[in-house]
């Protein structure tokens, strides 16, 4: 009977097998070549065959022994999904609608990652970040981007 | 002689307006993201890249590494008055630190910290300036063999110093490693692993690797645990002067702590944290009494606080030199150096030699500045760890994504780095420790560079590696450092010396 003793350690192996041999398996279309003449895909495809050898150890390991307390937590998808989102948001948002939009969608998005959202306590907070950024990476280090919506026209 | 013209040339160099205003943003910033806790020195300097490129690459790395050291001094700040390090490299501080603080004596442990790492930044200083052009002449015999063998003992190094288990350290390195491999392959021109994107035909910037495993991520993982709170009673600061009896016990240890920390910070993948670690442990056993440790023993300040300090600035030696990175901090200097195509390695120091004497005069000078930073407005700085939480993280994820996007002026790279932001939080969660990750990635392209040049000089032979004696020596090294954490013995040591941290 097979059970998994330590899941964390078992699926990282999972994870290096995985990416081990996705990148044998791509290696494969690079020219692998001789060592005295490395092509493209030595190095890689050496590589990858250690990972997965490592990978098959950590699973392997994981299902003969483990160390207790080693169960994975309860998953709390809120700050993982708001986080990302508004890093997401800002960069879709940037291109076409300024720097003002996107850092406003950034600050409200990502403080519904956390408890305690108040609507004003935030659009001030916002406000204020914004402005900072603004004078800092546009006007005083003038990094190249859009301040306000290009559909406003300048 | 040479040592004083050259360090005459630092001086001037380090001194001019602009770079001493450099430095002095430098060492504000780190100490500000020192007592911060939840903001580290990787992701501050990884922010922060893109905006050097508009500088002299000498004010660059001046203003950079102000910021890694002067988070040791913040970090230790935080640690005496409240209890909470605002740098790994200052958790041993909090144990006597914080101690002296319930006493009364925040103030003495303060300036005890400061003049201890003064001093061991003084020492270290000369210790770089003497121990660099060595290290760089020898770098110069140096083959692509050797090359090699010395990025698989930094990557060695890495792996023993991280955390948990040693197996998931190397499978971090290696897939680091393949993350490097991303891109245009320089000899053939082939594109690896690009999956058709164009933006990935010049590989993945390990800025962005950085910023979504050590910025995003933490982030991330700090609010599912309940964000950082912190309980600000601020115990009174007390006199800040040490008397004569406080100077006799502390003196021996900060000259321990200085010598264990430079030594130690030379090794790959040492550095601020682990010299810390090891002083603490040095003088509780060296101590007559060691039952005073853990109560306000002002040498298990004074010892660990010089050898952060130390570690921290010894820890440029190899990446000035042989322009191998042995951190995390300084993987991003290498970094900020390609920025500017300067290639790390022993030719700096003779092509540039301004900009290798100016960053280590500028070291002293910026911890001079940190004593005047840190002593007299002590206060200042722990007011603000009043500040919650849920204002400093929207803050820190909006620098980032600017910050990434001025990279090379592309979403594409906001989006990527949300995604590594992704991997770090699994990563997190399966326990697999991230800084080697960085590093196999910044070190990758070189190491396929050298491993090919060395086999095509060899016509294929692989038994090079062993047969020339400097690359079989530094390839010993490696199996020795890993061969002694896999003992038991050692390993519980290891972890040990790990948990006091958590």
């Known amino acids: 009977m097979m059970r998994i003793r330590d899941p964390r350690d078992f699926w990282s192996g999972v994870l290096c097998i995985a990416a081990g041999l996705g990148a044998v398996v791509m290696g494969r279309r690079y020219e692998f070549g001789t060592a005295a003449a490395m092509g493209p895909g030595y190095f890689p495809t050496i590589l990858g065959a250690l990972l997965v050898a490592l990978g098959l150890v950590a699973s392997g390991r994981a299902l003969r022994r483990g160390h207790g307390q080693s169960a994975l937590g309860a998953f709390r998808p809120r700050p993982l999904v708001m986080v990302l989102a508004s890093i997401v948001a800002f960069g879709v948002a940037l291109p076409k609608l300024g720097l003002v939009v996107a850092s406003m969608l950034l600050v409200v998005v990502s403080r519904l990652a956390a408890p305690g959202f108040r609507w004003l306590e935030v659009l001030v907070f916002g406000a204020a970040l914004t402005a900072l950024c603004s004078a800092v990476f546009v006007w005083g280090l003038k990094v190249p981007m859009l301040l306000w919506p290009a559909f406003l026209g300048q | ?502």
């Not at chain 2, 490097?180 to 010049?202: H, K």
């Open chain 2, 1 to 502: 002689m040479e040592l004083l013209a050259n360090l005459a040339l630092g001086f001037q160099t380090a001194l001019s307006l602009a770079n001493v205003a450099y430095c002095f943003v430098g060492v504000l910033l780190g100490t500000l993201i020192g007592v911060l806790p939840g903001i580290g020195p990787v992701p501050t300097i990884a922010m922060l890249l893109p905006i050097t490129y508009t500088l002299p690459p000498v004010s660059a790395l001046i203003m950079l590494a102000g910021i890694f050291y002067g988070a040791q001094y913040g970090g230790s700040t935080t640690s005496i008055l409240v209890n909470l390090p605002g740098e790994a490299s200052s958790v041993v501080t909090c144990l006597d630190g914080y101690q002296m603080a319930r006493q009364g004596r925040a103030g003495v442990a303060r300036a005890i910290a400061a003049i201890g790492s003064f001093f061991a930044g003084t020492v270290s200083t000369v210790v770089l300036a003497a121990a660099g052009p060595l290290l760089g002449r020898l770098a110069i015999t140096f083959g692509p063999a050797e090359y090699f063998s010395l990025m698989v003992l930094g990557l060695a190094g890495a792996v023993v110093l991280a955390h948990g288990s040693l197996l998931k350290a190397v499978a971090m390195t290696v897939l680091g490693l393949l993350l490097g491999l991303v891109g245009t392959d320089v000899n053939s021109g082939a594109q690896r692993y690009t999956f058709g994107v164009p933006e990935l035909g010049d590989g993945i910037g390990f800025v962005i690797i950085a910023m979504g495993l050590f910025g995003f991520a933490e982030i991330i993982t700090n609010l599912i645990g309940g964000g950082v709170t912190r309980d600000v009673t601020t115990a009174r600061i007390g006199g800040l002067w040490p008397s004569r009896r406080d100077l006799r016990e502390a003196a021996p240890a900060v000259l321990r702590g200085t010598v264990l920390g430079s030594v130690l910070g030379v090794l790959p993948g040492g550095g601020a944290m682990l010299s810390s670690f090891a002083s603490y442990a040095l003088e509780k056993k060296i101590a007559k009494d060691p039952s005073r440790f853990g109560r306000g023993a002002i040498e298990g300040v004074a010892g660990p606080e010089s050898a952060n300090n130390a570690g921290a600035q010894t820890s440029f030696i190899p990446m000035l030199t042989l322009g191998i990175p042995g951190n995390s901090v300084m993987a991003l200097m290498v970094g900020a150096l390609m920025i500017h195509n300067i290639q790390p390695g022993p030719q700096v120091m003779t092509g540039n030699p301004a900009l290798f004497w100016g960053l280590v005069a500028s070291m002293w000078i910026g911890n001079l500045m940190l004593v005047i930073l840190n002593l007299p407005l002590i206060g200042m700085w722990v007011k603000l760890l009043t500040l919650p939480y849920r204002f400093m993280y929207p803050a820190i994820l909006l620098f980032c994504a600017i910050g990434t996007y001025s990279l090379g002026n592309n979403t594409f790279d906001v989006f990527l780095a949300a995604g590594f932001g992704l991997v770090g939080w699994v990563l997190h969660e399966l326990e697999c420790p991230p800084a080697p990750l960085l590093l196999g990635s910044i070190l990758g392209p070189m190491m396929e560079e050298n491993l090919r040049r060395a086999l095509l000089i060899s016509a294929g032979d692989a038994t090079v590696l062993v047969t020339r004696p400097i690359s079989a020596g530094l390839l010993a090294t490696a199996a020795v450092l890993v061969v002694l954490i896999a003992v038991p013995a050692l390993r519980t040591k290891r972890q040990e010396a790990f948990q006091e941290e958590s």
